[in-house]
Structure formats: C-alpha cells, structure tokens
Nanobody
Framework: QVQLVESGGGLVQAGGSLRLSCAAS????????MGWFRQAPGKEREFVAT????????YYADSVKGRFTIPRDYAKNTVVLQMNNLKPEDTAVYYC????????????????WGQGTQVTVSS
C-alpha cells in the first residue's frame, strides 16, 4: 500500500500561484508512477500531470503546459505541483495519485489516491 497526503490548496486570484505537496509513505519504489488529477464541480476527473518516482519522465496535460511543473523533493519523499499563472478554469479539487501502469498517452492508471485539496481561483 502507498499512502498519499496532499496539502497546499487555497483561494487565490487569477494570475497567482500555489504550491501543492503530496507526501508519500508506505511501499514506494523507483518504478512507481506519480500523477496529479483534478475534478471541478459538475465535471469528470481529468489528468493534470505525471512524473515517475525516479523523476526520469515528466508529462503535462495541454491545459497546464507552461504554467504547472511537478519537481519531486526526493529527500522528503514529496511530489510537488507548482501552479503558476492560475486561471479560474483551474478551480477544482486536486488529487495526488500513484500507480504502476499507464492508460496510454502518458496518462497514469492510479492504484492509490490522496484525499484531495481544494484550489479556488477567482477572476
């Protein structure tokens, strides 16, 4: 089992930044695939970004490319989602996830989920 705990959500104005953190514990290993997903009110959950536990592969959804980055803090077993130039369309609950395979097109298939953290961007 892998346990994931997100933190760092909040309320910001458009153009602002937030830094989300996902602390991982349990059976983590170098081949684990980490991912960030989000779900806005009334909408389905969508893929945001992914990074391998080793940091060797990173991929972002088109909607966040150039604005979001997911550097990993190896020393603290933490995966970070740095969100810059936030837009109202980014408002959602953000979930950290982990798995061992892909659905395709670099989108991970999660086996474990965090509880989520709310991000609200006002216009």
């Amino acid at each position: 089992q892998v346990q994931l705990v997100e933190s760092g959500g909040g309320l910001v104005q458009a153009g602002g930044s937030l830094r989300l953190s996902c602390a991982a514990s349990g059976r983590t290993f170098s081949s684990l695939i980490m991912g960030w997903f989000r779900q806005a009110p009334g909408k389905e959950r969508e893929f945001v970004a992914t990074i391998t536990w080793s940091g060797s592969r990173v991929y972002y959804a088109d909607s966040v490319k150039g604005r979001f980055t997911i550097p990993r803090d190896y020393a603290k077993n933490t995966v970070v989602l740095q969100m810059n130039n936030l837009k109202p369309e980014d408002t959602a609950v953000y979930y950290c996830a982990a798995g061992t395979s892909y659905r395709g097109f670099q989108v991970p298939e999660p086996d474990f989920w965090g509880q989520g953290t709310q991000v609200t961007v006002s216009s």
